[in-house]
């Protein structure tokens, strides 16, 4: 079968029959996930479509496997196949902490502008979670994914870099407040009007079309007024300007309780979601993080800035059973530009021992199945893991936490999904 280019047209992706799907296979646990994962998405396409229908893996190196092989971790081939072909997928890279390089990750997410990390938290039945009720937990996050702290601004305590932010601070800004001057590192949060629009819109264009009740802001914008606290605001205005017709926000409720009175702004509020408008709501970030284990069946779609987001992601993931079940997405939805990624990372104390559960790469390509809009093929994939959770037969993370499990390697759960897909 020859392959072919997926390609963009007025925002419609025009995918042919047999696509060309660049991978990186990931750093750690990264290669055992890929092989067992692979071979769950090719099944599901040969099955769903007849064999008319095959994805055309080409393998892109990035990470160690790519600086071991050409002393590059990332090479430029690797950003132009993911350009060239617009949808791709990968594995964990690993980030070493507090010195060498800076995330090949978050590098993938900026050079391509993927400005929206979208990362769906839902409950599959049986998965065994540390809350009572973790069905109610069916949340979508949307996080900012180009800008923030993690645009890595900083500068170490003790270079002329951050000696040259100190004095600048200093005796330009005339900043009094840095407790420890001498010893400080310093690092730079850029938020813009333009990034948090674009997050905001994508968040309310998908809750708008997948019927969700309500977007909900998080941000920490009572203490970093002009980033977290901006974000909230340009994105209320958005949500005003772009989408008046279709949502109701708590900034029009706060507007018509101050003008009228309580009782006036719930009954506006009550009539406007009566007449099913999208709620637009907001929440500080400390308080949102108590709120989805106490109450999340009043959350369904997040955007939130990119630190808050990464944070969030794995505290719900937390929630309906772990990091090895949480699938992504990066997207820039104007290029149509897309990598799909678990949400969690290398876990490299079990790599190369055939062991980690592959669940959040393999629901990472069922999204991209359905991205690509071969719907029939994500379908078999969720088909084959809900059943292979409910006959029990799991990897390590959940096996520990359930009574009469199998436990099954990284590739025998792979198996499993397509025995029973
Ligand atoms: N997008 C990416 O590529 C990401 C990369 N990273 C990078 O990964 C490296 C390791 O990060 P770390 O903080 O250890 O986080 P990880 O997400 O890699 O692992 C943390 C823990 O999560 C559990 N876990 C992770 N993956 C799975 C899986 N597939 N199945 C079951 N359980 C899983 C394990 O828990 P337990 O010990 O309980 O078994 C593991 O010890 C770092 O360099 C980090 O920067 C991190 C996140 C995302
Ligand atoms: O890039 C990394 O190493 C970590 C990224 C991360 O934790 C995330 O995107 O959720
Ligand atoms: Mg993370």
């Known amino acids: 079968m020859a392959e072919q280019k997926i390609t963009i047209r007025n925002g419609k992706l025009n995918v042919p029959n047999t696509p060309i799907i660049p991978f990186i296979e990931g750093d750690g646990t990264g290669p055992d996930i890929w092989a067992a994962s692979v ?36 090479p430029n081939e690797t950003l132009e196949a993911f350009r060239e072909y617009l949808v791709g997928i990968k594995g964990p890279l690993t980030t070493p902490v507090g010195g060498g390089i800076r995330s090949l990750n978050v590098a993938l997410r900026q050079e391509l502008d993927l400005y929206a990390c979208l990362r769906p938290v839902r409950w599959f039945e049986g998965v065994p979670s540390p809350v009572k009720r973790p069905d109610l937990t069916d949340m979508v ?43 400080s590192s310093f690092g730079i949060k850029p938020v813009s009007k333009e990034g948090t629009e674009r997050l905001i819109r994508a968040a309310i264009q998908y809750a708008l079309l997948h019927k ?3 977007v909900t802001i998080v941000h920490k914008g009572n203490i970093m007024k002009f980033t977290e606290g901006a974000f909230k605001t340009w994105g209320y205005e958005l949500a005003e300007r772009e989408f008046g ?41 400390d308080a949102f993080l108590q709120q989805i284990l106490l109450r999340p069946s009043e959350y369904s779609v997040v955007a939130t800035l990119n630190l808050n987001g990464d944070y969030i992601s794995d505290a719900l993931a937390a929630i309906v059973g772990g990091i090895g ?43 991209m199945l359905e991205h690509l809009g071969w719907q029939e093929a994500a379908d078999l994939i969720y088909k084959g893991i809900e059943a292979a959770i409910a006959a029990k037969r799991v990897t390590y993370d959940f ?23």
């Open 399 to 421: 096996e520990r936490q359930m009574e009469g499990a199998t436990l099954l390697k990284c590739s025998e759960f792979g198996d499993e999904v397509i025995t029973r897909m």
């Open 141 to 183: 996050i949307f996080r900012e994914n180009t800008e923030d702290i993690y645009a890595g601004i900083e500068y170490m305590n003790g270079t002329p870099q951050a000696q040259k932010m100190l004095e600048f601070l200093q005796d330009e800004m005339g900043v009094k407040k840095i407790r420890f001057p001498e010893s």
């Open 39 to 74: 071979r769950v998405f090719d099944a599901a396409v040969a099955k769903a479509y007849n064999g008319e229908r095959k994805l055309m893996w080409k393998e892109v190196l990035a990470g160690e496997k790519s600086f071991k092989q050409s002393g590059n971790w990332l």
């Open 325 to 367: 079940i949480a699938p992504g997405a990066n997207i820039n939805y104007l290029t149509g530009h897309a990598i799909f990624e678990a949400t969690h990372g290398t876990a490299p104390k079990y790599a190369n021992q055939d062991k980690v559960n592959p669940g959040s790469v393999i629901l990472s390509g069922a999204m």
């Open 245 to 285: 017709d279709k949502v109701y926000t708590w900034s029009q409720y706060d507007r018509t309780l101050a003008k009228q009175g309580q009782e006036v702004a719930d009954a506006q509020q009550k009539a406007a979601l009566d007449g099913g408008k999208l709620l637009i709501k907001d929440s500080i970030a």
């Open 212 to 214: 969700k009740p309500s």
